[in-house]
Structure formats: C-alpha cells, structure tokens
C-alpha cells in the first residue's frame, strides 16, 4: 500500500465547548488550548483544532495524547477523518468559496 495514500494520511480534529465563567475554568480552558497547539494541533475556527497526521497509527498518538489533556469540565469531540474526506471539504467565507490551505511539511524521523 501505498505509504503516502490520501487513504492513510489523516485529520485529527478536536472540537470543544469549554466553560469560561470562573478564573479556574479560563485556566482550564487556556491550558488545554495551549496543550494542544504545542502538540501540533492548529486553530481551523475558534473551538476547532486540527493536525496532519502521516497515518492512523500516528492519529491514535495524538488522540491518547489530547485525551490526557482533557480539562475536568466541558464538552470535547475529537474526529479523525482520511486526507482525501479533508480535501473534499467546501470552505466558504463571507458566501464566497475558500480554497483549503496546504498542511505545512513535517518531517517523518525514523
């Protein structure tokens, strides 16, 4: 198989709806948020993150990864989809058609 398929490569998507109303839980939240960029996830819309992953086995990684980060409270979903149900995604902003940006390179280390 094809090591590179659009089959194999996946999305990682964290979807969430975090409580803000005391300090404790704004830390929570920023401390979550701040877990998972640093874990290479990057915002797609405010409560969206998503990251490349070069296969499932890497997605499964990332995804015990951002299960360890989950704060107490809130609401969390976490979606892996292949590379090719990620280009077949339509964006649009303000009514008009976005093209989807290219994932920045990572390099694979053996």
């Not at 989950?70 to 979903?77: N, W, Y």
């Not at 290219?102 to 694979?108: D, G, K, R, S």
Request: proline residues 5%; charged residues 25%; aromatic residues 12%.
């Amino acid at each position: 198989m094809d090591r590179f398929s659009e089959y194999r490569i996946m999305w990682v998507l964290v979807l969430f709806d975090l409580p803000t109303e005391t300090k404790k839980e704004r830390k929570a939240a920023a401390d979550f948020r701040k877990r998972i960029m640093a874990d290479g996830f990057t915002m797609f819309q405010f409560s969206i993150y998503l990251r490349h992953c070069p296969s499932r086995e890497n997605a499964e990684v990332h995804i015990r990864r951002v299960k360890s980060f989950m704060p107490e409270f809130g609401h969390i979903g976490i979606l892996c989809i292949t590379d090719k149900q990620f280009g077949d995604m339509e964006i649009f902003s303000n009514c008009k058609p976005t093209p989807i940006s290219q994932p920045c390179q990572q390099l694979e280390l053996f």
